[in-house]
């Protein structure tokens, strides 16, 4: 814990800790080193790890990265980071992130951008919206962090930094206690140094909620088992539209050579197709501000977080929620109004569900040839601050092959593949059934 906190210390230039915990940090080492005496070991005893700030953390300030938050401190404990305490997690702070997770870069927090430990010359984004999350674990401030994933903000993050980030079947983890952006497709997961690391960590954030109505009642397998077996066998599926226009030669070369390494591992590649992939992104772009603009209404100035008094209730409101909310989430809002109010509805949200069901179909149809599906995790590595902050098409292309695997549920991984020319890290993914992690850790070993 101690050389941890001495690299945060030193690295506060990337900028990935919101609200570092070091005291909290010291007593839970303290009483991790009691338990050990007494030989109670949890299966994160003593390792020190950070907390994405979007998960409600007990007494500790809890903020999404924006505003509208103020200095919120919640009175309870997300459920992911309660199994992790529970587990014996040191807590060394709380990650930076994008504004209520709307992001890819993460440079929409209110507390400036996040910075990649990797560098070409220039300063780079981590990726979003778990950039700290991805940051810290990169630059080895901590072992491993949560973060979560509603169009690809654990991977491809992961993908940008060269670690490894899993996203789980939906309701694998509760959702309780952590800040909603769009309800059917947030999941929580970790962002590790290692597939074995996290299989580890999501071995302790998973299991059943009642607190969480979509929370799945299923038993959580052995995953760290399930790490490192042979893929001899396995049918590994490459579905042909995730070769997209303007594809980067070095995304196409990286994504030919993992086919190779499974073909070598004793895989069985196979081709098929998820006909209606070319909507995954417009679907999502729909769904995601829709629930993120219902979701999102709480904050009016009344309960807690901001307030800017105003002239009557409407103005407070208005003032609350201008100042209160950054430029990405007005804009998430703003969408998301549009496409659910009457008149619109019928065109745009209703139509984006339809094609979301023939996405999670195109999906099960695969499952009748392949165990596993292997794709790019993002069409590019990571790029400089600044390059696409202002041109929201340009940063939303960067989700196109990760929002498919929310929208059907599906669990998705990120793994550490190659570097590119400039010497950047490259991701693959690994997208898995529903509640069939086992594979999917047993596959991403094949390329690590
Ligand atoms: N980049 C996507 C978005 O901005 C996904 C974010 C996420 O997964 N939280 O909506």
Sequence with gaps: TEAHITACEAATGLNAFI???????????????????????????????????????????????????????????????????????????????????????????CFGPVINPWRNGEDLVPGGSSGGSASAVAADLCLGATATDTGGSIRQPASFTGTVGIKPTYGRCSRYGIVAFASSLDQAGPIAKTVEDAAILLQSMAGYDAKDSTSLNETVPDWRAACGQSVKGLRVGVPKEYTIDGMPKEIEDLWAEGIEWMRDAGAEIVDVSLPHTKYALPVYY???????????????????????????????????????????????????????????????????????????????????????????????????????????????????????????????????????????????????????????????????
């Excluded at 219902?294 to 100042?323: C, H, I, K, Q």
């Excluded at 007005?330 to 509805?345: D, E, F, H, K, N």
């Excluded at 190659?418 to 850790?441: H, Y």
């Design 19 to 109: 609200t570092p915990t070091f005291d909290l940090a010291r007593a839970q080492a303290a009483a991790s080193d009691m338990r050990r005496k007494s030989g109670d070991v949890g299966r994160l005893e003593g390792a020190p790890l950070g907390m994405k700030d979007l998960f409600c953390t007990e007494g500790v300030k809890t903020t999404a990265a924006s505003k509208i938050l103020g200095d919120f401190t919640p009175p309870y404990e997300s459920t992911v980071s309660a199994n992790m305490k529970a587990d014996g997690m040191v807590m060394l702070g709380k990650l930076n992130l994008d504004q209520f997770a709307m992001g890819s870069a993460n440079e929409t927090s």
């Design 286 to 448: 729909v769904v995601a501000p829709a629930e993120a603009s219902s979701n999102l209404a709480r904050y009016d100035g009344m309960r807690y977080g901001l307030r800017v008094d105003g002239e009557n209730l409407a103005d407070t409101y208005e003032r609350t929620r201008t100042e209160g909310f950054g430029d990405e989430v007005r804009r998430r809002i703003m969408i998301g109004t549009y496409v659910l109010s009457a008149g619109y509805y019928d065109a745009y949200y209703l139509r984006a569900q339809k094609v979301r069901t023939k996405i999670a179909d195109d999906f099960r149809n695969a499952w009748e040839t392949c165990d596993v599906l292997l794709t790019p995790t993002a069409p590019s590595a990571a790029f400089a601050v600044g390059r696409k902050i202002n041109d929201p098409v340009q940063m939303y292309l960067n989700d196109v092959f990760t929002v498919t695997a929310n929208l059907a549920g599906l669990p998705g991984i990120s793994v550490p593949a190659a570097l590119d020319g400039s010497g950047l890290p490259l991701g693959l993914q690994i997208i898995g059934k529903a509640l069939d992690e086992s594979t999917v850790f047993t596959a991403a070993g094949a390329l690590e």
